[in-house]
């Protein structure tokens, strides 16, 4: 049981929007920054949305994410096919001393 | 810049394991350096992090008194010493870096797999 919540799957077709939570505390979101990870089928997880809601250079503006209070949200604008991964939510947490990892989100495209 | 970790393999339960992350295209001692797993089907779990300096250093209650870090800083590289392994610690095995304790984990290895099965 992660220390961080997000629903286990989400689902569009191409095009649509697709959003999903990330559920903390406040000894985790609740103090400090929210990074997302993107993990394709057989490959390293990389970083998709690093300090809440920044894009690395290369990930596409179509990814975006929010926090407020002890929660966050990725949102994936016109989806695509190769969007199809699975998703992770990622913060420091005080209790832990370390950092914690969401259970994951796997977006399937319809 | 990339890690790359080694080391992995089968292993009794109750056996030991050494697992490397040998660094490139950077100093591996100016970051902070986490050790991620990935059971089969399941999701990230943090294992370890030190800083680049070593003066923090931490573990996931589920390793902790089994699980060690070394830093070799002349060979750019880390080591995770595991101990009385158990099949719960099967796993593929990331080496991760950031460059604060707190911020995103920029650089991921490809991961080695630890298989613990009698």
């Known amino acids: 049981q992660s220390a961080l919540t997000q629903p286990p799957s989400a689902s569009g077709t191409p095009g649509q929007r697709v959003s999903f939570s990330c559920s903390g505390s406040?000894?985790?979101?609740?103090?400090?920054?929210l990074h997302w990870y993107q993990q394709l089928p057989g490959t390293a997880p990389k970083v998709l949305i690093f300090s809440n809601n920044q894009r690395p250079s290369g990930v596409p503006d179509r990814f975006s994410a929010s926090k407020s209070g002890t929660s966050a949200t990725l949102a994936i604008n016109g989806l695509q096919s190769e969007d199809e991964a699975d998703y992770y939510c990622?913060?420091?947490?005080?209790?832990?001393?370390?950092?914690?990892f969401g259970g994951g989100t796997k977006v399937t495209v319809l | 810049m990339q890690v790359a970790e080694s080391g992995g393999g089968l292993v009794k339960p109750g056996g030991s394991l050494r697992l490397s992350c040998a660094a490139s295209?950077?100093?591996?001692?100016?970051?902070?350096i986490h050790w991620v797993r990935q059971a089969p089907g399941k999701g990230l779990q943090w294992v370890s992090s030190?800083?680049?300096?070593?003066?923090?250093?931490s573990f996931a209650d589920s390793v902790k008194g089994r699980f060690s870090v070394s830093k070799d800083d002349a060979n750019n590289s880390l080591s995770l010493q595991m101990t009385s392994l158990r099949l719960d610690d099967t796993a593929v095995y990331y080496c991760?870096?950031?460059?604060?304790?707190?911020?995103?984990?920029?650089?991921w290895g490809q991961g080695t797999m630890v298989t613990v099965s009698s």
């Open positions: 991760a870096i950031s460059g604060t304790k707190q911020s995103s984990f920029d650089i």
């Open positions: 406040s000894s985790n979101i609740g103090k400090h920054i």
């Open positions: 295209g950077f100093t591996l001692s100016t970051y902070t």
């Open positions: 030190i800083s680049g300096s070593g003066s923090f250093l």
């Open positions: 990622a913060t420091w947490d005080d209790t832990l001393n370390g950092p914690v």
